[in-house]
């Protein structure tokens, strides 16, 4: 059996310790392909995993790690192609900066200062018509697609959310025509755990383990090898 998981940071392979994906394919005896990239968005997430899972033809489990709904991307064909990917790079900023500043925990307002001089101006006008009701019906309206995708193939899945919970009534209306039956479509699947009520980096909170670097990204911080043990016990159990 194959594993495939797909997220940000959150799930990518790291030299300290086993990730989540990692200790679940170890204990299954499946072949892990892991896919995660440090500071993707959802669009690359779940465009790739579209992608690799259509060629993978043996059995495989799919393991989906969801991001900020705040991050984008952009075709830069000025750049090398990324693997199979094309031409798309992530909208983030080149130089270190605060998570704790801006108009939500990772977006910082005067981002187009601190990135390549050729998408400046593109990062300035995203800044001003960004909007987390938009960017939250595109993310349902692929998620939607993705599990109708993957339940035509009859493949297993497991999707949640691994950095926050998404965002809540307060900021997007669930009620609205234009997003209430996708939030109730992918609330209904037996494949998703809740993501506006779960989170890998709440989970770990809530056993009492605070992210390990805490002291650069404070409680959005990248959960250590504890955390991970018992999130891969706890995806287990889900399964």
Not at 2 to 17: D, W
Not at 63 to 75: K, M, N, P, V, Y
Not at 146 to 151: A, D, E, F, P, S
Not at 206 to 216: A, I, S, T, V, W
């Amino acid at each position: 059996m194959i594993l495939y998981s797909n997220s940000c940071s959150f799930g990518a392979p790291t030299k300290s310790h086993p990730v989540y994906s990692e200790i679940i394919a170890k204990t299954l005896k499946a072949q892990l392909i892991n896919k995660a990239i440090p500071g993707s968005c959802n669009r690359r997430i779940i465009r790739t995993t579209l992608r690799d899972v259509n060629e993978i033809a043996d059995d495989v489990l799919v393991l989906i790690g969801l991001t900020f709904i705040s991050r984008s991307e952009i075709w830069r064909p000025d750049l090398p192609a990324v693997d199979n990917d094309g031409h798309f790079y992530q909208i983030r900023p080149t130089q270190n900066v605060s998570w704790t500043n801006g108009l939500m925990d990772s977006i910082v307002p005067n981002i187009h200062e601190k990135v390549d001089p050729v998408v400046s101006e593109y990062y300035k006008e995203w800044i001003i018509h960004y909007n987390r009701e938009s960017q939250m019906t595109e993310l349902c309206t692929d998620l939607v697609m993705l599990i109708g995708w993957l339940r035509s193939k009859g493949i297993k899945y497991k999707i949640f959310s691994n950095v926050d919970k998404l965002e809540g009534s307060e900021y997007v209306g669930y009620n609205s025509p234009f997003i209430s039956s996708l939030q109730d479509t992918i609330l209904k699947d037996e494949g998703v755990i809740d993501p506006w009520k779960f989170s890998f980096g709440t989970f770990a909170r809530e056993q009492g383990l605070q992210p390990k670097d805490e002291h650069l990204y404070g409680i959005h911080g990248h959960p250590g090898a504890r955390a991970h043990e018992l999130f891969a016990k706890y995806l287990m159990e889900t399964l």
